[in-house]
């Protein structure tokens, strides 16, 4: 294949996400603007100007109209996908790191960095039909993991948030009381700091990427220990494949190690696992340095990984990969 | 729905030479196309092979008709929603609006970027059992250890040459005579006292040497050919271990694209078994080919 590359940011990329329909991109990098592509060419569409952070995390609505984004400058803002306009912003008292939409985009969970002696904390939100509704007053807010919450996400039925951070431990809490209902175990669990979690397209079973050089699929709702995929690098980005049993790890050393080294000693390829075998299929090149971001096309026939290097890559498959053996 | 248009098949037959210059004034040589007959677009018929017949004038003020043939083929079948239409049309905001042209934010990769695989295709079936099988058949015992042939004292399913109990004994092997046997087993160190020896004069590398040597045997070695690109390792050891012993196969894998070169070597331990194995796979239909199977001649070095 002949990935499509995008040099639309001048500093890493941290974070990427398809529409439901799969014909948008969007990408969020450590410069200020987070930006939409059209996923098919790689055309740029257009940019949402208004963070003075770098922007970590980003959720799209269903009807891909509303973009929420979680920037480093302490806020998260609501945007119109279309027009690239300002809704709303919610101000935080620290760094935001992770944004999800709730199943039906009227909730929205926001977790925040632990900073001047403020614990991290994970806020939901209630999100406005009508944005000229919209407060910013926070529906909960849990507080207690230590460290930096990387990723939290909605379980299933929104009654669970799930949650990962540095301090390496999965939990599940509960979305309507805020109580700790689950929690990884220390031994089967990751061993360093939690990078990434995505979900599978029914939600069903997520997968965790660490920089213990491992990632882990577990149940969304027993929080079980399913598959462990483990590689020589570093895991910066996870993705699941909708399509195929397909797993795909992105990292590689650590961004400030890489000038000492040769470009393939960096191990900066995007590493695909078959999901239940747990053997690795392929690796696929392409980057300068390690891969912050994965996402996977939701019709599976294409996936996007953006890199410290600052390029987005967009792999459209070649037909032998969809009857690759093992 | 993408489209793609065969090369189209196209021909100039002049038809006739009606028209000559004489007759015509000068200067309305532009509005000459009235003469000609109108366009005619035959198909596309079921086969998406579409016709058009055109007429014009060439340069010689010759009527020329021109017949291109196309045929419209589906690619694929494009899913996009109808949101995913209305969204191809929305204008472009932020800094995609003035985009300068020679920007080019986004570019093809002029690099063919391939998932590459970790090993070789069916490879993995060898090594693990080249790792893993003799250490279980030396648990085992004799049972299945047809692998295992010693090359010091000739005893099959014993026990390997580098840990024969008669390595002492027997003759120093060809590659190392100017070297006592009993110095393969003292340490390196403390043969040299210091000065530089090269990796394969070290004592000890007489062990490690034989690795290769054994995987390079070939003796009693059958060469394949015209194997399918979907035949394995393990495929080919199932269909030769009905004639015996075999210690080695192996298929010729492209490095760089990790595709089976179609050709590969199956190492017997007797020659009989190799022999009779020639005798009734040379020619036998495999897969979708006729396999090739003879003697392997020996490397020119």
Known sequence: MRPILMKGHERPLTFLKYNREGDLLFSCAKDHTPTVWFADNGERLGTYRGHNGAVWCCDVSRDSMCLITGSADQTAKLWNVQTGSQLFTFNFDSPTRSVDFSIGDRLCVITTDPFMELPSSIHVKH?????????????????????????????????TIISAGEDAVVRIWDSETGKLLKESNKETGHQKTVTSLAKSVDGSHFLTGSLDKSAKLWDSRTLTLIKTYVTERPVNAVAMSPLLDHVVLGGGQDASHV????????????????????????????????????????????????????????????SDYFNIKL | MATAMDRPVSYNAPQSNKVRWGELDEDDGEDLDFLLPPRMVIGPDENGVK????????????????????????????????????????????????????????????????????RAPGSKAEESKAAGDPLAQLGKGGAGAVLMVCRTCGKKGDHWTSRCPYKDLAAPSEGFVDKPASE??????????????????????????????????????????????????????????????????????????????????????????????????????????????????????
Do not use: C
């Open chain 1, 259 to 318: 000038t000492t080294t040769d470009r393939r000693a960096g191990k900066f390829e995007a590493k695909f696992f078959h999901k239940i075998l747990q053997e690795e299929i392929g690796g696929v090149k392409g980057h300068f340095g390690p891969i912050n971001a994965l996402a996977f096309n939701p019709d599976g026939r294409s996936f996007a990984s953006g890199g410290e290097d600052g390029y987005v890559r967009l792999h459209h498959f070649d």
């Open chain 2, 184 to 301: 393969t087993t003292a340490p390196a160190s403390g043969t040299t006292k210091g000065a530089y020896v090269p990796p394969g004069m070290r004592g000890g590398a007489a062990e490690r040497g034989s690795a290769p040597d054994r995987r390079r045997n070939e003796e009693n070695s059958v060469r394949v050919t015209n194997l399918s690109e979907d035949t394995r390792e393990p495929d080919l050891l199932e269909l030769f271990r009905t004639f015996g012993p075999v210690s080695r196969v192996y298929v010729a894998v492209d490095q760089k694209t990790s595709v089976s070169r179609g050709f590969g070597f199956v190492n017997f331990v007797n020659k009989d078994d190799a022999e009779r194995a020639i005798n009734k796979l040379n020619g036998y239909g495999y897969d979708n080919l006729i396999l090739r199977v003879e003697w392997a001649t020996p490397r020119a070095n």
């Open chain 1, 127 to 159: 999100i406005a039909g009508d944005p000229s509704e919209q407060t910013g007053e926070s529906v909960l807010t849990i507080k207690g993991p230590q460290g930096r919450i990387n990723r939290a996400v909605w379980g299933p039925l929104n009654r």
């Open chain 2, 51 to 118: 016709k058009v017949i055109e007429y014009k004038f060439n340069e010689d003020g010759n009527k020329v008709k021109i017949t291109t043939t196309t045929r419209t083929r589906k690619l694929a079948k494009a899913r996009l929603s109808k949101r995913a239409l209305e969204r191809r049309a929305w204008p472009k905001f932020g800094d995609a609006v003035h985009e300068e042209v020679g920007s080019r934010l986004t570019m093809v990769s002029t690099e063919e970027i391939i998932l590459e695989r970790p």
